[in-house]
Each structure stands twice: as C-alpha cells, then as structure tokens.
C-alpha cells in the first residue's frame, strides 16, 4: 500500500530564512508520480509541481525547489528567503500508475505541514 | 486556463435542506473528483468521474449523490446531511488519472446546521 509521511506538522520562520519540507513516501510500484500543493488559508489547493519515478532531477522554480532522492523515497521541498506570502499548509501527494502502466484515479496525500512565516 | 471553479463559495444548510455543489473546468480534462476535507486534515477522495462515467465511490453515504452531466461539469447533491458533514468540499481536473497532476477549486465550504 502506498503511503506518505510528512513528519513536521507545523514549522515556524522568520521572513528570508530557508525552509525545507520533508516528505517520504512508500510504495512498492516502479511507476508513480509525486506532488507537491500549497493549500492557503483561503482553501484552494494549489498545484506545485509533479515529479515521475523515473525523473530524479532536482527541480527549481524562482524560490522553489525541490529534491527527489529514490535510494531514501524522499521528496523534499525547499523554499529560499521565505516571505510572509509563503505561509499555507503544504501537502506531499503520491499517486501510483495504474494497471498496465495507465493512469490511476487515486491520490495519497501526506497530513501536511503548516508553514508560518513571520514578519 | 488552469482554473477548476467552484459554486456556492460557502453554504450553511439545515439537516432537512437539499442543495447542490457546482464544479466546472474548462481544460479538456477527462477527470473530475469530488473531495471532503475537514479541519487539519488532508482531503479524502469521495466520487472519481472519468469520461463521464462513475469510476469510484468511496463508499460514500447516499446522502452525498454525484452527477456529471458533461465533460466539464460536476455537481454534488446533498440532501438531509448531518451536522459532522460539516467541511471543505474540493473539486478537481485532471488529464486521466494524476499522471500530469489535478488542479483543485478554491472549495465549498459547508456547514450543517
């Protein structure tokens, strides 16, 4: 069965600081894919980023980015001079292919961590 | 256009009430999903819609009864609810299945009064 853990529950910082998110997942599926959302106390999920089994580049997107390591089933997401804008409840997802490779309908979200960045 | 949009943004219902959640993208996606998320917790999937058809029920009470009438629309019937189904109701796209991510509404958020 799949799963996925985010340890930190809640993580406080000060404005500028650096702040990585851990997530590690299991799953006993070559193909699956990753995710990180950002969920803001206004309640929308949003999409972040999407990551295969296959791909273990690192990604960075402006402030964001991210490091994928399968020999430790991490997917951890870093945010570079935090600001205050930053703060939300960030979730890790997994999804495993379907049979066949095909797609799967099913999503396994982490509990999430609560990001708050002071001023 | 990456935008899953969601109608009413909040609702407070009697027990007795019978309403409808409003869900509609408009990106091609064959998959639409209904979630139910309660206070710090991580959203639970309820109802999988793929090419119109329904392809998973969480084992969701029949109090909570889903519709798809086209590609693009996804509605969510609620009637004679329960004060603990109170929560945050997400709709979500994908392209089939979460290979290239699902986008998420900003959510219904329900209260049963």
């Known amino acids: 069965a799949q799963k996925v853990t985010q340890a930190q529950t809640e993580i406080s910082v000060v404005e500028k600081e650096d702040v990585t998110l851990d997530c590690v997942y299991e799953?006993?599926?070559?193909?699956?894919?990753l995710f990180w959302y950002k969920q803001p106390p206004s309640g929308e999920l949003v999409f972040l980023i999407r990551r295969n089994s296959f791909d273990e580049q690192n990604e960075i997107s402006g402030r964001y980015s991210w490091n994928f390591q399968k020999s430790t089933s991490s997917f951890n997401f870093t945010i570079t001079a935090s600001q205050v804008v930053d703060s939300a409840v960030y979730f890790c997802?997994?999804?495993?292919?379907?049979?066949?490779?095909?797609?799967?309908?099913?999503?396994?979200f982490g509990k999430g961590t609560l990001l708050t960045v002071n001023p | 256009d990456t935008e899953v949009t969601q109608t009413p943004k909040h609702l407070v219902m009697g027990m007795t009430n019978k309403k409808s959640l409003k869900c509609e993208q408009h990106?091609?996606?064959?998959?639409m999903y209904w979630y139910k998320q309660k206070a710090k917790k991580p959203p639970e999937l309820m109802f999988v819609?793929?090419?119109?058809?329904?392809?998973i029920n969480e084992s969701v009470p029949s109090r909570f009864s889903p519709e798809c009438p086209n590609s693009s629309l996804l509605n969510l019937h609620l009637h004679a609810l329960q004060p603990e189904d109170s929560a945050l109701y997400l709709c979500a796209s994908s392209y089939a299945g979460h290979r290239r991510g699902a986008f998420f509404g900003q959510g219904t958020r329900l209260t049963v009064v």
């Open positions: 997802a997994l999804s495993e292919a379907g049979p066949r490779g095909g797609s799967n309908y099913k999503l396994t």
């Open positions: 990106m091609g996606h064959r998959a």
């Open positions: 819609y793929s090419y119109e058809k329904l392809s």
């Open positions: 799953t006993r599926d070559t193909t699956y894919y």
